[in-house]
């Protein structure tokens, strides 16, 4: 009798011990799916060296942009480090407006099909004839997908600039009136190489650019820029 109540107590004393565990277990689970309010950690932040809005520029993407913009540069600007960190500096500005003017394309959903990209690579090519190209990129060490997304970038930026800042330029009669007068003098076949058509877009890239200052202003306070100088600073060369 003794030992039935003995075993008796053992198995309590189990299953208290597993509806306890399981409780726990419920509770914790509860927790975690946020029934009691408590929710799943945020997964990490990408890192960024520029960022406006939902666009960013990754250190990576950072670190090719300053490999193309190198290529223009004497290959011993790395022994003058005022001279590189004023050029890193310059690279930030440029990108810090490319970076916004793609946040501005990105909510008004400008996009490129691959037919056009495959294009516009086709028009450049042009210029390279037989293996030129992959020469040229090959002395300069750039790799092909590098320049390929500088060219989709460059595409998309000038699209946005296109529909916001140069369509938008009207054109008055006295505009085209001031222009052939300030190009009489120079030869009739230049005079005449331009339509109208060709006139008036021309006359709207030119009063565009009055007025790129003043655009690119206001998309910084629609689409505010954060510039990561942690990130930045590994980049930068120390000086003595």
């Known amino acids: 009798m003794r030992e039935n109540r003995k075993n008796k107590g053992r198995f309590l004393n189990s299953v208290l011990k597993n509806i306890t565990v399981w409780a726990l277990a419920l509770t914790g689970l509860f927790f975690c799916s946020g029934i009691l309010g408590c ?3 945020a997964p990490p932040s990408p890192e960024f060296i520029i960022k406006s809005g939902s666009v960013l520029v990754s250190p990576e993407a950072f670190a090719d942009e300053l490999d193309l913009k190198l290529t223009a540069y004497p290959y011993d600007i790395k022994n003058q480090p005022l ?4 050029m890193v500096l310059d690279l930030v500005s440029i990108l810090t407006d490319e970076t916004v003017i793609l946040a501005r394309a990105k909510e008004k959903k400008i996009f490129l099909s691959e037919e056009d990209v495959a294009l516009a690579e086709s028009e450049f090519k042009k210029d390279y004839p037989q293996d030129s190209f992959e020469q040229m990129l090959l002395e300069n060490a750039i790799p092909y997908p590098v320049w390929r997304n500088r060219l989709e ?4 930026i000038d699209k946005i600039v296109q529909l916001e800042l ?4 009207e054109i008055s009669p006295e505009d085209m009136v001031a222009f052939y007068s300030r190009i009489a003098g120079q030869p009739e076949d230049e005079r005449h190489a331009l339509d ?8 709207r890239m030119e009063k565009s650019q009055a007025f790129y200052d003043e655009w690119i202003s206001g998309l910084k306070i629609k689409y505010p820029v954060e510039i990561n100088q942690k990130a930045l600073a590994v980049f930068l060369m120390k000086q003595e």
Request: negative net charge.
């Open 153 to 156: 970038k460059d595409m998309v």
């Open 166 to 169: 140069v369509d938008v330029q």
């Open 83 to 86: 001279a590189y960190n004023s």
């Open 39 to 41: 929710a799943p950690p």
């Open 196 to 203: 109208e058509a060709g006139l008036v877009k021309q006359l």
